[in-house]
C-alpha cells in the first residue's frame, strides 16, 4: 500500500482529496496508532469509581493467579527459561511495569509478595527492576496503559537503571553455545 501511494498520479489524488499526511505515514504507523490508539489520545485518562466493573473477561484468572498454588511448577519453567537463555548468552531484565492503582488492589499482596519472591530466587536482586508503583495515575489512560509521557518516563527509568547496573563489556564475538544452536535447530 506504501508504493501504490507513491506511484504517480497517486500522490497528487491523495493531495487532492486532501489526505496528504497519508504520504508522510506507512501503513505500518496507521496500523499502530489503529492498535494501539491509548498511545496517541487526547483524551483524559479514564477515571475508575469504586463500583468499577474490573474483573471481567481473562482479567479475573490474571488477579486470581497464585504463585504459591504450585511453586515447584513456576520455579521448573524458570529454571528451564534461565539454562535456555544461558546457553544462548542472553542476559535477562526483569521489568516489574507499572500497574494503576485500580490494578493492584486487585492483587492479593501475599499472592504479589510470593511472585517476587519466585523472581528474586530464578534472577536475583540485580535483575529485578520493580517498577510497579513507578508512574500516578494520571499518566494511565486506562487500567494498564500509559499516556505517552508515562511512557517516556517508565523509558527513561529502565535504561537508566540497566546502565547502571551493566557488567564489563563482553569480548567481542562471543560464540553462542552448542546448546543454544541445538535449541535453535530443533525449532
Same mark, same amino acid.
Given at each position: 500500500?506504501?508504493?501504490?501511494?507513491?506511484?504517480?498520479?497517486?500522490?497528487?489524488?491523495?493531495?487532492?482529496?486532501?489526505?496528504?499526511?497519508?504520504?508522510?505515514?506507512?501503513?505500518?504507523?496507521?496500523?499502530?496508532?489503529?492498535?494501539?490508539?491509548?498511545?496517541?489520545?487526547?483524551?483524559?485518562?479514564?477515571?475508575?469509581?469504586?463500583?468499577?466493573?474490573?474483573?471481567?473477561?481473562?482479567?479475573?484468572?490474571?488477579?486470581?493467579?497464585?504463585?504459591?498454588?504450585?511453586?515447584?511448577?513456576?520455579?521448573?519453567?524458570?529454571?528451564?527459561?534461565?539454562?535456555?537463555?544461558?546457553?544462548?548468552?542472553? +542476559?535477562?531484565?526483569?521489568?516489574?511495569?507499572? +500497574?494503576?492503582?485500580?490494578?493492584?488492589?486487585?492483587?492479593?499482596?501475599?499472592?504479589?509478595?510470593?511472585?517476587?519472591?519466585?523472581?528474586?530466587?530464578?534472577?536475583? +536482586?540485580?535483575?529485578?527492576?520493580?517498577?510497579? +508503583?513507578?508512574?500516578?495515575?494520571?499518566?494511565?489512560?486506562?487500567?494498564?496503559?500509559?499516556?505517552?509521557?508515562?511512557?517516556?518516563?517508565?523509558?527513561?527509568?529502565?535504561?537508566?537503571?540497566?546502565?547502571?547496573?551493566?557488567?564489563?563489556?563482553?569480548?567481542?564475538?562471543?560464540?553462542?553455545?552448542?546448546?543454544?544452536?541445538?535449541?535453535?535447530?530443533?525449532?
Amino acid at each position: 500500500m506504501d508504493r501504490a501511494l507513491r506511484i504517480p498520479p497517486m500522490p497528487q489524488l491523495v493531495r487532492a482529496v486532501g489526505l496528504s499526511h497519508m504520504l508522510d505515514q506507512s501503513v505500518l504507523g496507521y496500523m499502530a496508532w489503529y492498535v494501539s490508539p491509548y498511545k496517541y489520545t487526547f483524551d483524559p485518562p479514564i477515571e475508575y469509581g469504586p463500583d468499577a466493573e474490573i474483573l471481567k473477561g481473562w482479567w479475573t484468572d490474571v488477579y486470581a493467579w497464585n504463585p504459591t498454588a504450585a511453586p515447584q511448577l513456576a520455579r521448573a519453567h524458570l529454571q528451564k527459561f534461565n539454562r535456555l537463555v544461558a546457553a544462548c548468552g542472553i +542476559e535477562v531484565w526483569v521489568v516489574n511495569l507499572p +500497574e494503576r492503582e485500580v490494578s493492584r488492589a486487585q492483587f492479593k499482596d501475599s499472592n504479589y509478595h510470593a511472585y517476587l519472591h519466585l523472581v528474586r530466587e530464578a534472577f536475583g +536482586e540485580d535483575r529485578l527492576l520493580d517498577l510497579r +508503583e513507578l508512574l500516578r495515575n494520571d499518566e494511565f489512560y486506562d487500567r494498564e496503559h500509559t499516556l505517552p509521557a508515562g511512557s517516556r518516563r517508565l523509558t527513561d527509568v529502565v535504561i537508566g537503571a540497566v546502565k547502571a547496573r551493566l557488567p564489563a563489556a563482553r569480548e567481542p564475538g562471543a560464540v553462542r553455545s552448542r546448546a543454544c544452536a541445538q535449541l535453535d535447530s530443533a525449532q
